[in-house]
């Protein structure tokens, strides 16, 4: 059972322009909600988080945008630079768990 | 500061056989857990361990299995591999049990099975 689904699965965007990846989930028992970046033969890295009692967060070019009541989060990066090309996962970590479960990944290729 | 390592970097067995796969975790870090990444997936969550228990365990079955050392460090035991345990496989660690606590990955260990 998939309890987060991410998209776009690819996204091409032009150097300086905005990326936008987004994750809807199934059940509100989350409390923590990470965003991870992967480059290809690395592990994941925590990029930002946000609690759901925040609406918005931002660090830098990255932003992350929370709609608790749509169950809804959002990655933005802004002024994408070709350095950004990663595959970058939406995460959730359940209220009372250690668990975190990834979504399936976006491959962000910025292009310059 | 060492991040998380984990050893070995590649490995290749046969179906049937049993692998182990190690990893320290970052320097202060007490929590380790390990993850399952199959080819264009997110990482899935095998276990945690936590002063030596297994605190809590994922979707996965019993040839899975797991040990942490008084140093912190651990091992991920696989038996009677299939051809489906074709995988990265990523340790994390993490301080304590904190409920935001983020996990620090290593590189992982690219199993693959013949």
């Known amino acids: 059972q998939q309890q987060v689904k991410q998209s776009p699965q690819s996204l091409i965007v032009q150097k300086g322009g905005i990326s936008i990846i987004n994750c809807a989930y199934e059940?509100?028992?989350?409390?923590?909600f990470p965003w991870y970046q992967q480059f290809p033969g690395k592990g994941p890295a925590l990029l930002i988080a946000?609690?759901?009692?925040?609406s918005e967060k931002k660090e830098g070019r990255f932003t992350i945008s929370f709609n608790k009541s749509a169950k809804q989060f959002s990655l933005h990066i802004m002024d994408s630079q070709p350095g950004d090309s990663a595959t970058y996962f939406c995460?959730?970590?359940?209220?009372?768990?250690?668990?975190?479960?990834f979504g399936k990944g976006t491959k962000l290729s910025v292009i310059p | 500061d060492a991040g998380v390592t984990q050893s070995p970097t590649h490995l290749i067995k046969t179906r049937g056989q049993q692998v182990t796969l190690r990893c320290s975790p970052k320097?202060?870090?007490?929590?380790v857990s390990w993850y399952q990444q199959a080819l264009g997936q997110g990482p899935q969550f095998i276990f945690q361990?936590?002063?030596?228990?297994?605190?809590q365990r994922g979707n996965f079955p019993d040839r899975f299995s797991g040990h942490q050392f008084p140093n912190y460090s651990s091992e991920l035991n696989v038996n009677a591999l299939l051809l489906g345990d074709s995988a990265l496989y990523l340790c994390?660690?993490?301080?304590?049990?904190?409920?935001?606590?983020?996990?620090?990955f290593g590189d992982g260990t690219r199993l693959s099975i013949l």
């Open positions: 995460v959730l970590k359940g209220a009372g768990s250690y668990q975190l479960t």
């Open positions: 994390a660690s993490s301080l304590g049990l904190g409920s935001n606590q983020p996990q620090h």
């Open positions: 946000i609690r759901p009692d925040v």
């Open positions: 361990y936590y002063e030596e228990e297994e605190r």
């Open positions: 059940n509100t028992a989350f409390d923590y």
């Open positions: 320097s202060g870090h007490d929590t």
